[in-house]
């Protein structure tokens, strides 16, 4: 089957302009023979209308160029479909196109769209909202949310509201409940991934699969200021193990964990983010894994 490909351009992604993107990416899928179309999002693009034109175009694959946010949008058109989803990484962080291996580098990673080869990856659900990289609660969801207020985008930006945000957070209430078991903590923030990292290779879950059918969960409790950047040094450095949840659960300042699916009342309404983009907060959160649900394009 002749390979028909949209490619669906954040033009705000990242900090360089896409007008050379889009005549590279042109000349490339002429050359190969491949039919195409070029999107560009704006602010009121969504999954159900990108699904639809995919539908219409008859697309074999949905190729998101831009950072987590397009990848998630294009991800959520494929679902439940034959396209393939492929990344050309050209966003801020670029979190999930890291995790797979994709290079950074358009030009390399449009080889990986040519090549065509793809994996069975998961996703997963946040209540009624879909996930394919990372979720979050707390400190790291009010940095996202002051990040998508800048005009400027970049990892400098970013990292300026993480260190505004550091200074402002506070530990929230949250019941956390997995199976049968359930208890409550004080924290700064909870990160549940399905890939391994916020982006920029800062790898709050190290040892995440996009592939393992798995939840990586990451609850980073109350504990005094100071020690709060240690803490956190220790979790993105690896330095922090898996564990079974009720190991020593109580007595730890981070705790690592591994499951399914997991349910969070989140007793303070603290902020919450999904791939980076800032949703409304709610009181009840369920996050569940849909495994091998994205053919995802892979070196």
Not at 131 to 150: H, I, K, N, P, S
Not at 175 to 201: K, L, P, R
Request: with cysteine.
């Amino acid at each position: 089957m002749k390979r028909r490909i949209l490619f669906v351009i954040n033009p705000i992604a990242g900090t360089r302009s896409k007008k050379d993107l889009e005549g590279y990416l042109t000349r490339e899928a002429e050359k190969d023979g491949f039919e195409y179309r070029i999107y560009q999002t704006s602010r009121h693009t969504n999954a159900h209308a990108l699904q639809h034109m995919a539908e219409e175009f008859t697309a074999t694959d949905l190729i998101a160029c831009g950072g987590d946010g397009t990848v998630n949008l294009v991800a959520h058109a494929a679902r439940g479909t034959s396209a393939r989803v492929g990344i050309i990484p050209v966003g801020s962080g670029n979190g999930l196109a890291r995790a797979a291996g994709i290079p950074m580098r358009p030009a390399a990673a449009y080889q990986v769209v040519r090549a065509g080869k793809t994996a069975e990856t998961d996703s997963f659900a946040v209540n009624r909202h879909f996930a394919c990289m990372l979720a979050g609660l707390g400190y790291d969801a009010a940095v996202a949310e002051r990040f998508a207020r800048q005009e400027r985008r970049g990892l400098m930006t970013y990292t300026r509201q993480a260190l505004i945000q550091f200074f402002k957070s506070h530990p929230y209430q949250f019941e956390v409940c997995i199976d049968d078991f359930s208890f409550f903590t004080d924290a700064f923030f909870i990160s549940v991934a399905n890939s391994n990292q916020y982006g920029n290779n800062v790898t709050i879950a190290p040892l995440a699969s996009i592939s393992d059918g798995m939840l990586d969960i990451v609850i980073v409790q109350k504990m005094p200021k100071a020690e709060l950047p240690f803490a956190l040094l220790r979790q993105v450095s690896g330095n922090n193990r898996l564990r079974s949840l009720a190991d020593k659960l109580g007595k730890r300042h981070v705790l690592y964990f591994q499951a399914r699916n997991i349910q969070v009342r989140n007793l303070q309404y603290a902020p919450l983010h999904i791939d980076g983009d800032p949703v409304p907060a709610e009181e009840e959160i369920s996050f569940r894994i849909a495994p091998r649900s994205i053919r995802l394009l892979v070196p």
